[in-house]
């Protein structure tokens, strides 16, 4: 009886988790759709972000390497576009609705996804990084590391600090701090042993 109970739970909860994720997207779909991308100016400003950013990073190797608008080049002849669906926007909205359907207090969402979004952008700077120097060095290969190898390592970061906050973003129901200290708690009496 307590195994069905605890199934049961279980599916009650990833319900409720898949309920709150598709209620998220909707929120995310129907601004982004209606309000965000009409105007314009949040995709504007993250993609001239992430190019200046992108060749702030690409500058100590490439002294030519300079950004104009959404475009970062490393020189006249090699650049790369950071378009709407490139800038990391929806991977973005993608993060914080996971954080957000997933149990955990909201003052450690209120620390978690500010981190979490600084995270992404850098992932996204050194994504583009990297396009950049294999449209320079090796174009033939721009298609295939743009269209899924990049991609990938960028979705691979999204669900580690999902998993990261599915660890983190809920305390523990013995009233502990989550574990913050790492260390199982020992006996009285008993030494902490240190594992290496």
């Given amino acids: 009886m307590d195994a069905a109970r605890q199934i049961l ?22 601004v982004y759709d209606l309000w965000l ?5 949040l995709d504007t400003w993250l993609s001239h972000s992430v190019a200046s950013m992108t060749a702030g990073v ?4 490439y002294d030519t390497a300079f950004a104009d608008g959404r475009v970062v080049w ?13 800038n990391g926007l929806s991977a973005l909205s993608l993060f914080i ?14 620390l978690f996804i500010p ?13 583009c990084a990297i396009l950049l120097m294999v449209s ?3 174009p033939s290969m721009f298609d295939s590391v743009h269209g899924f190898h990049a991609l990938f390592v960028f979705y691979v970061v999204i669900f580690l600090l999902w998993v990261v906050w599915a660890h983190w973003g809920e305390p ?20 902490a042993l240190a594992t290496a």
């Fill in 9 to 30: 739970a279980t599916h009650r909860s990833l319900s409720i988790f898949l309920a709150k994720m598709v209620a998220c997207y909707a929120v995310w779909f129907v």
């Fill in 74 to 86: 490393i020189t006249r002849e090699s650049g790369v576009n950071i378009a709407n669906g490139c």
């Fill in 58 to 61: 690409l500058h100590p190797f």
């Fill in 172 to 191: 523990k129901a013995d009233g502990g701090d989550g574990g913050a200290s790492g260390e199982p708690p020992t006996p009285s009496g008993s030494p």
């Fill in 97 to 110: 609705g996971f954080v957000t359907a997933y149990p955990g207090s909201w003052a450690r969402r209120a």
């Fill in 115 to 127: 981190l979490g979004v600084l995270a992404l952008i850098v992932t996204n700077v050194l994504r």
């Fill in 37 to 41: 991308l009409p105007d314009g100016r």
């Fill in 136 to 138: 320079h060095h090796i």
